[in-house]
């Protein structure tokens, strides 16, 4: 059920003013890393979410936050056409214990891992204290539907002003970016997976106004209670990521992919060492 999940790594903050904490962090002075050639930021959960809440405080957006896995590192890294990413991307943040254990082989300190479930909790929490509103793009309604119902109870007050599935025509999606522009969110959720999401975004640049955009993959299922989570040992460690792919085997190119990154991490980090 979602609400263990929602609640799940949420209640050290109920005794303190967090949003108090996150206007006192000092933004300025946090650092972009590389792995495998893909720019990675290293920012503690906590101070990736004050980023944020200075994103949409601005109002200078569209912004666009980018989880990287293994996964996506390898597809980015592989492919021309997905290099306006890592520039497009205004926060990219290392979702995955996967990512932890290629910095420590490459030399890099990386803060936190940031799970992208945890860090949409943090942030429709954050939306119900400071009247923020959002938009959730993505999956078929009536997974939304469940997340809008899972998300309200939970966060009693959030203010969820849109909601569009995100297997639309050409008419449909004109009618769904003019509902965005028009409703000027401030958070909207993108699941239409990854690369789509992050291309979508790029083609529709005009019509996000100054939202903080945050492509969530296929996490709608998993907060409307339909998909089944990772273990929570493999959760806590930071795997969920391989746990998906070893009990999905016929997506063969995730396997690959898993593969491929772990080999050029050793080799990597063997030449790093000669």
Known sequence: MIGELVLSGQSAKEDRDYILEYKSMDLSNLKREELLDVPVDNVSRDEAVAAILDMIERKNGPHHILFLDPLKLMRMRRSKKLGFISDQARMILADGGGLEWAARKLGVQLKERIPMIAMIMDLVRLAAKKDLTIYLLGSRMEILERVFFNLQRSFPGVRIIGRQEGYFNKDREVLVKEALR???PDLI???????????WMRDNWQYLSNAVVIGVDGSFDVL?????KAP???QLAGFAW????ITRPFLLDRMFATIGFYLMVMWRAFRKKK
């Open 182 to 184: 028009k409703s000027s």
């Open 189 to 199: 959720f993108l699941g239409l997976g990854f690369p789509l999401q992050e291309v």
């Open 224 to 228: 409307s209670g339909k998909q089944k």
């Open 232 to 234: 929570d040992g493999v």
């Open 242 to 245: 391989l746990w998906r792919t």
